[in-house]
């Protein structure tokens, strides 16, 4: 049996305290589940951002997407998290990748290291994580039993230690491209073979995980091309219709878009979708249809 939805906004954009709490409010109202915060610089202090949202709203769960792990010492991390989920009421969940912008690292000047070396830090991160705060002795204490823990992965070995480790599956959708930073969008059977990938080395899981997927691109219209217009330009190897089939873009009339998010579900399992923050309002109107089809 599917998993029900649960849907998610990711904010990007810093903002003085009395817009911040504004834009969360307007989130909740809207439906959202979980109001995300991402971890590059030039955006928003994920925890203080988080703590913030708390404060603004009620019912939302409040994570972050993703720390890049390469920013933290596990310790001091240990101590963030707990605070923050303290400070957030329990709501907090955790969300941690790589990072893949050298140029982050470069001016925060912190090492970037090689693929392996990142993943072998993420893995020191998440396993000293699970040692700390599992810990009675550790302080401060967080207000859940456990953390819940999302991993962002696509490649084999994140997602072997995704399936090891995370009660979140994040697929990205996308791989790294030629240009330092860049992403390269998956095709859907390309997504499908990583999906196919994790099953496997989730197997022996006693608890499945819930599938996670980030929306890059999200626009409810008769005519999508002018909207997927500036995706074209920065993909030229895609033709329209291949980038309206990417798992990542929903594009077209809200129907359309909304039988699109539950094949998707049923396709690949993705329950839990994230959106960015530009599509926070264009997004609410498929939230609120593929509830009333639930109820």
């Given at each position: 049996m599917s998993r029900p939805f649960r849907f998610g906004v990711n904010l990007l954009t810093p903002a003085p305290a009395a817009e911040w709490?504004?834009?969360?409010?307007?989130?909740?109202?809207?439906?959202?589940?979980?109001?995300?915060?991402?971890?590059h610089l030039g955006m928003p202090a994920p925890f203080p951002a988080l703590v913030a949202a708390a404060e603004a709203t009620r019912r939302p769960r409040l994570g972050t997407f993703v720390l890049n792990a390469g920013f933290y010492n596990p310790a001091l991390l240990a101590r963030e998290v707990a605070t923050t989920d303290a400070l957030t009421g329990g709501r907090l969940e955790l969300g941690l990748g790589t990072g893949y912008v050298p140029a982050e690292h470069e001016t925060a000047g912190l090492?970037?290291?090689?693929?392996?070396?990142?993943?072998?830090?993420?893995?020191?991160?998440?396993?000293?994580?699970?040692?700390l705060l599992g810990s009675e002795a550790h302080e401060p204490h967080p207000v859940q039993?456990?953390?819940?823990?999302?991993?962002?992965?696509?490649?084999?070995?994140?997602?072997?230690?995704?399936?090891?480790?995370?009660?979140?599956?994040?697929?990205?959708?996308?791989?790294?491209?030629?240009?330092?930073?860049?992403?390269?969008?998956?095709?859907?059977?390309?997504?499908?073979?990583?999906?196919?990938?994790?099953?496997?080395l989730a197997q022996e899981r006693a608890e499945a995980a819930e599938l996670n997927l980030l929306i890059q691109l999200v626009a409810v219209t008769d005519d999508p091309e002018p909207v997927l217009k500036p995706l074209l330009e920065r993909q030229s190897q895609l033709a329209l219709d291949a980038a309206l089939a990417l798992p990542i873009v929903l594009a077209g009339p809200l129907e359309d878009i909304v039988a699109r998010v539950r094949a998707q579900r049923e396709r690949f399992g993705f329950s839990y979708l994230t959106v960015l923050e530009p599509y926070m309002e264009a997004f609410a109107p498929v939230m609120e249809r593929l509830r009333a089809e639930s109820a």
């Open positions: 709490r504004a834009k969360c409010r307007r989130a909740e109202e809207l439906g959202y589940d979980v109001i995300l915060v991402p971890d090492p970037y290291g090689s693929p392996r070396e990142r993943v072998d830090h993420l893995r020191c991160t998440v396993e000293e994580l699970d040692r039993s456990r953390v819940p823990l999302l991993i962002g992965a696509n490649g084999d070995r994140m997602l072997r230690l995704t399936a090891e480790h995370a009660d979140i599956a994040a697929f990205t959708g996308a791989r790294p491209g030629s240009a330092p930073g860049s992403l390269e969008p998956l095709s859907a059977e390309e997504l499908d073979e990583r999906v196919a990938r994790y099953q496997v």
